[in-house]
């Protein structure tokens, strides 16, 4: 019978050279004894508490992230409305929808005449046809389907001249529990 870990001798081979190397291999196996069942466990049971805080911590910040870019966007989109009806000397309707409206999650630009602003290059939208007009309904945050805006607000811009008056309203967002309020005074002032 033969040992474990040792190697028989064969006829006619050297004693050194690659034998050694095997036998040297062989005798490191035969010293280590591995880890055992309980310490493997061990070992991925503190893989997996790493791994799910990692994931939480990761979500946690994609919401708080996505949040803020939706405020951001919801703020260019009132100074853009401040904008325009300033630029265009016209009257200009921008309108945020909520949940219970046609176009959840969405708002757009309304000129006086009825017509729609075009959304920003890469925005994400959808079109309308009224009254012979194209309604350009632009998605927030592209759609993204955590996001939601609290209620359906009108703001409306109004040029007369030299003089611009904006009907005071507050937009809010939220996502995962979490939300952010903008509000717009008369003088068109964003806090």
Request: glycine fraction near 10%; charge should be negative.
């Amino acid at each position: 019978m033969r040992e474990r870990g040792v190697l028989p001798e064969a006829p006619g081979e050297e004693l050194g050279g690659r034998r050694a190397v095997l036998e040297k291999v062989f005798s490191r196996a035969r010293d280590e004894d591995g880890f055992n069942l309980i310490e493997l466990m061990v070992y991925i049971l503190i893989l997996a508490v790493m791994l799910g805080t990692a994931t939480y911590f990761f979500i946690s910040v994609r919401d708080v992230n996505s949040l803020n870019a939706a405020a951001i966007e919801v703020r260019s989109a009132l100074e853009r409305g401040f904008n325009m009806a300033n630029a265009q000397n016209q009257r200009v309707t921008l309108s945020f929808y909520g949940p219970g409206s046609n176009y959840p999650n969405t708002y757009a630009f309304k000129k006086n005449d009825g017509s729609s602003e075009p959304p920003p290059l890469g925005s994400a939208y959808f079109t309308e046809q009224a009254g012979g007009n194209t309604v350009y309904y632009i998605k927030l945050q592209q759609g993204d389907s955590g996001l939601a805006i609290a209620a359906s607000v009108d703001v409306v811009y109004d040029n007369q001249g030299t003089l611009m008056t904006v009907s005071p309203a507050s937009v809010t967002v939220s996502r995962a529990g979490r939300s952010k309020t903008l509000s717009i005074n008369a003088n068109g002032e964003i806090n």
